[in-house]
């Protein structure tokens, strides 16, 4: 009685009804209609036109103002769902079932069915009280995104040698996902600079075949990798990981002989 629905990964077409908005998790392939017995998605709100935070600084004796900046705050997407059960104990079942998927998982990638070539990176921030009393009602839980951008599953996968520029359409600045650089010949100390001055340098001598893997978001904290082995030492200390980006047309500067081998960059979008 208590079984999962379907277990197996669901892609767009095989499950006609399941909803056009059921969120995904990418972990697993699977939206929590398939996990959790009367559980649907009913309407997603937060998903389109990114609400921008403009600062304008007024001046007491002059009409109008003096544009700043602009900036994209966080963005909440908040999930309306059914959930429908025959008796109180089925109920409940359902609803650890929900709770476990949506918290065991503190921050996480997810998609929607209509838009599956797209992901997002979120946690749950707030839930709805579900109506007292009932085997069945209405609810939301709000997901919030820190990063308001999504970002594509297959990122473009450049490469380049001393100076190259970004011809892909990538259209906002973003960081890339992953450096690799191969060497040519004996180099000492090498960095990548992109054409705002953000550099990354690497310490230590290398030579053919070396190869150095820089992860600029690396989740484990290594950020630099020699032959796939963690290697921060080699990192050096005033590396400007966290602020090096390209956009379209972006000009970079490798120095030394070496060649970036792959540059893996998805190009985010609102």
Not at 73 to 93: M, Q, V
């Amino acid at each position: 009685m208590y079984s999962f629905r379907n277990l197996e990964k669901v892609t767009n077409d095989e499950d006609v009804f399941l909803p056009t908005e059921s969120m995904f998790f990418m972990d697993n392939d699977l939206p929590l209609e398939s996990i959790i017995e009367g559980y649907q998605t009913v309407q997603v709100t937060g998903r389109e036109l990114a609400t921008p935070e403009t600062n304008i600084q007024e001046k007491e004796f002059f009409n109008g103002g003096t544009y700043v900046n602009r900036r994209m705050p966080t963005r909440e997407i908040k999930i309306k769902y059914l959930l429908a059960a025959k008796d109180s104990t089925e109920f409940r079942y359902s609803f650890r079932l929900l709770n476990q998927q949506l918290f065991t998982r503190e921050v996480f990638k997810f998609y929607f069915k209509d838009e599956p070539e797209y992901y997002w990176i979120g946690a749950v921030s707030a839930v709805e009280e579900f109506p007292a009393g009932r085997n069945q009602g209405f609810s939301t839980f709000t997901i919030t995104c820190v990063d308001p951008f999504k970002y594509p599953k297959n990122p473009y996968q450049i490469t380049g040698e001393r100076e190259f520029t970004i011809d892909e359409d990538i259209p906002y600045l973003t960081a890339p996902e992953r450096i690799l650089i191969h060497y040519t010949e004996e180099t000492s100390s090498t960095y990548i600079r992109d054409d705002m001055g953000h550099e990354i340098t690497i310490k230590g001598t290398f030579a053919p075949p070396d190869e150095i893997e820089i992860i600029p978001n690396d989740p484990l904290k290594n950020f630099v990798y020699f032959y796939s082995n963690p290697a921060p030492e080699r990192l050096y200390y005033m590396s400007q990981l966290q602020s090096f980006q390209v956009k379209k047309g972006s000009k970079l500067l490798l120095s030394g002989k070496a060649t970036v081998t792959t540059l893996t960059v998805g190009a985010k979008q609102l």
